[in-house]
Structures are given as structure tokens and as C-alpha cells.
């Protein structure tokens, strides 16, 4: 609640075209991810291995050497976090 409300109120305070592009993104992601956790919420969700809480994953932890670079063939050498857009309902 209150880090969207100082979100919003930077928004509105004087920014370059890229911050206020930036804060409005973010606050669009905060929305969003209140929504979902309430969803979850009114779903009583309550374990990581049910289906609605699966549904919702969008970054992915891979650790140094667990993933083979598509351009080298070879493992990564550092850690990084991927980005997966999963479109289940």
C-alpha cells in the first residue's frame, strides 16, 4: 500500500520521459503482483507445488554451469536470472 502510494507519487513529481516511463512500469508490476497474491490468497492457496501458484513463475534461478549458452554451446559461467512468460489460466 504505502510503496505504491510513493510510487504513484513519483510518478507525478517532475521526471525525465525514461524515469516516468520506469515508475510507471513499476507501478504496474506492483499492481499486478498485489492482485495476484490476492487471488492466491482467495484461492487458499497454500502450497508452491499447486497448479495457481506454478501458474504465476516468471523468473528462474540458474546457477553457474547448469545452463548450455545457445551462441557457444558451452555452460554459463555466472549465475543469472531468466525470464519466463507462462500464459496458463
Not at 516468471?58 to 554451446?73: C, E, F
Amino acid at each position: 500500500g504505502q510503496q505504491l502510494t510513493g510510487l504513484v507519487n513519483l510518478v507525478r513529481g517532475d521526471l525525465s520521459k525514461l524515469g516516468r516511463q520506469t515508475l510507471g512500469a513499476l507501478v504496474t508490476i506492483d499492481v499486478h503482483n498485489r492482485d495476484v497474491v490476492a487471488d492466491l490468497h482467495s484461492r487458499k492457496v497454500a502450497s508452491s507445488k499447486e497448479f495457481d501458484w506454478i501458474a504465476q513463475l516468471r523468473y528462474y534461478w540458474r546457477p553457474a554451469g547448469t545452463t548450455t549458452m545457445k551462441d557457444t554451446g558451452k555452460p554459463n559461467q555466472v549465475d543469472k536470472c531468466e525470464v519466463s512468460i507462462i500464459n496458463a489460466m
